[in-house]
Nanobody, 124 residues
Framework: QVQLAESGGGLVQAGGSLRLSCAASGRTSSGYAMGWFRQAPGKEREFVAA????????LNVDSVQGRFTISRDYVRNTVSLQMRSLKVEDTAVYYCAVKLSGTAATTSPEYDYWGQGTQVTVSS
């Protein structure tokens, strides 16, 4: 089992920044990919960003390209999502996920473990 704990969500004005973090614990042996998804009220869960075990990243180009950056710390077993120039439409619950095989993926069924989510609210 892998446990994930997100932190860093909150309320921010449009144009502001937030940094989300996710700590993985439990059976966190090497080789896993990590990702971020988000779900706004009344909408389906949406891919945001992912990073492979080798450090290759993938972003939802349409939504967050140029504004969000994903990174990971292999010593602390954490993944971070730096969010800049936030927009009202970025408001959602953000979920961290782990995919046990190391390649980054953009669809939620490919991920094996999920965190509880952290709320990000962007006000106008």
């Amino acid at each position: 089992q892998v446990q994930l704990a997100e932190s860093g969500g909150g309320l921010v004005q449009a144009g502001g920044s937030l940094r989300l973090s996710c700590a993985a614990s439990g059976r966190t042996s090497s080789g896993y990919a990590m990702g971020w998804f988000r779900q706004a009220p009344g909408k389906e869960r949406e891919f945001v960003a992912a990073i492979s075990w080798s450090g290759r990243s993938a972003l939802n180009v349409d939504s967050v390209q140029g504004r969000f950056t994903i990174s990971r710390d292999y010593v602390r077993n954490t993944v971070s999502l730096q969010m800049r120039s936030l927009k009202v439409e970025d408001t959602a619950v953000y979920y961290c996920a782990v995919k046990l095989s190391g390649t980054a993926a953009t669809t939620s069924p490919e991920y094996d473990y999920w965190g509880q989510g952290t709320q990000v609210t962007v006000s106008s």
